[in-house]
């Protein structure tokens, strides 16, 4: 079976990690072609360095029909079976480019996440029902609130989307490997000290991650917990974080490591994972901590209450309130018994319901119910 996946790009993000290692995973069962809308990204000279065609078109800002002339024109070369588009500006580019053909391949459209704050658009809503969705098999959400959200405010219908919840290897976080990772090291190498707490965030500098929080929270724990430090890993803008850090005091406090590959060492050398996300799907990063062993404190919102159990796996806090998730901090780090049980907690939890495996599998099956035979 012959596929295209269409990205914005093949940057380091959630969406595109998941497709680059699908793409590797059933690389023996699936032929398989990627087109980024805009530019090509690490991950896309990954692909194209172990022989995947990626092709890019270079889209920049605003609706260009262009590129779903060029897309039509891809399509027509390549010749699919399924096309698969990721996160709707590259369904709607996909849909606007199969239109105007004869004999169209299936197409799937996966929804990872939704902007935030979300509304409903009726252009879109009528644009989908009238046109695109004529022409899709399957609509995947990668979790129960994305499809809601689809159906609210994209007016698709509920009973066309399938839920399949994103998923992480296994193999690649086993506590039992925690010490050859060297967490020691890891800690030294970013200057903590080996009895700190850390509290540490995967996540990019973007506005819905809602970093400033994430940050005032831990100015709230660091005024009981001073040897608490917070370790933020992660890509962009860190200027107006540095400049919230120093102006609550607690600038020697909070580590700065950038984009990092070594996650599950920085896991290891972790004590506690915080996110205060203002919007999220099924994150990645949540999975790999909990897989890790290291209880989760995150934001109440999105697909998180559909991984974390409140006080089993880890704890839920109100969207944007820092005291609260500050409160959490301390709580969870004066007690290691208690985050030993949650971590176990919320690694079965992982291991049961959000394996790489069983995600592949769903993506596999949607993939061929929507191919043309």
Same mark, same amino acid.
């Given at each position: 079976m012959r596929v295209i996946h269409v990205l914005h790009s093949m940057t380091f993000g959630g969406a595109e990690v998941l497709v680059h290692d699908f793409l590797k995973a059933?690389?023996?069962?699936?032929?398989?072609?990627?087109?980024?809308?805009?530019?090509?990204?690490?991950?896309?000279?990954?692909?194209?360095? =172990?022989?995947?065609?990626?092709?890019?078109?270079?889209?920049?800002?605003?609706?260009?029909?262009?590129?779903?002339? =060029?897309?039509?024109?891809?399509?027509? =070369?390549?010749?699919?079976?399924?096309?698969?588009?990721?996160?709707?500006?590259?369904?709607?580019?996909?849909?606007?480019?199969?239109?105007?053909?004869?004999?169209?391949?299936?197409?799937?459209?996966v929804e990872h996440g939704r902007h935030y704050p979300d509304v409903r658009r009726p252009k879109r809503v009528a644009a989908n029902n009238l046109v695109f969705l004529q022409y899709t098999r399957r609509v995947v959400a990668v979790c129960g609130y994305i499809k809601r959200l689809l159906v609210e405010n994209e007016g698709i219908p509920a009973s066309r989307i399938d839920v399949v919840y994103n998923g992480v290897d296994p193999s690649r976080f086993d506590p039992s490997l925690r010490a050859s990772l060297d967490p020691a090291g890891v800690r030294s190498g970013l200057g903590l000290d080996p009895s700190a707490q850390v509290i540490t965030c995967v996540a990019r500098f973007h506005p819905v991650k809602d970093h400033p929080t994430l940050v005032r929270a831990f100015s709230v724990a660091s005024r009981e917990l001073p040897d608490a430090r917070l370790l933020l890993v992660g890509g962009g803008d860190e200027a107006p974080l540095r400049a919230l850090a120093s102006e609550l005091g607690v600038a020697d406090r909070v580590v700065f490591a950038g984009v990092r590959r070594d996650i599950p060492a920085i896991y290891a050398a972790s004590d506690l994972f915080a996110m205060a996300?203002?919007?999220?799907?099924?994150?990645v990063t949540l999975l790999?901590?909990?897989?890790?062993?290291?209880?989760?404190?995150?934001?109440?919102?999105?697909?998180?209450?559909?991984?974390?159990?409140?006080?089993?796996?880890?704890?839920?806090?109100?969207?944007? =309130?820092?005291?609260?998730?500050?409160?959490?901090?301390?709580?969870?780090?004066?007690?290691?018994?208690?985050?030993?049980?949650?971590?176990?907690?919320?690694?079965?939890?992982?291991?049961?319901?959000?394996?790489?495996?069983?995600?592949?599998?769903?993506?596999?099956?949607a993939l061929h119910d929507a191919a043309v035979r």
């Open positions: 059933t690389r023996d069962r699936l032929s398989q072609v990627v087109v980024c809308l805009d530019g090509i990204g690490p991950l896309g000279e990954s692909l194209r360095a =172990d022989g995947v065609r990626v092709e890019v078109l270079g889209r920049t800002s605003g609706l260009q029909p262009q590129v779903a002339v =060029d897309l039509h024109r891809l399509i027509a =070369d390549v010749r699919p079976d399924v096309v698969c588009a990721h996160q709707y500006t590259p369904y709607s580019y996909a849909a606007m480019a199969l239109g105007p053909m004869r004999h169209r391949p299936g197409l799937v459209f996300s203002l919007s999220e799907g099924t994150s790999e901590a909990m897989l890790s062993e290291r209880p989760a404190l995150v934001t109440e919102v999105g697909g998180n209450p559909e991984i974390v159990a409140p006080g089993v796996t880890g704890q839920l806090v109100p969207r944007g =309130d820092h005291a609260a998730m500050g409160a959490a901090m301390v709580a969870l780090l004066r007690d290691p018994e208690r985050r030993a049980r949650m971590g176990a907690a919320g690694r079965r939890r992982v291991l049961e319901r959000f394996t790489q495996q069983r995600m592949h599998e769903g993506w596999v099956g």
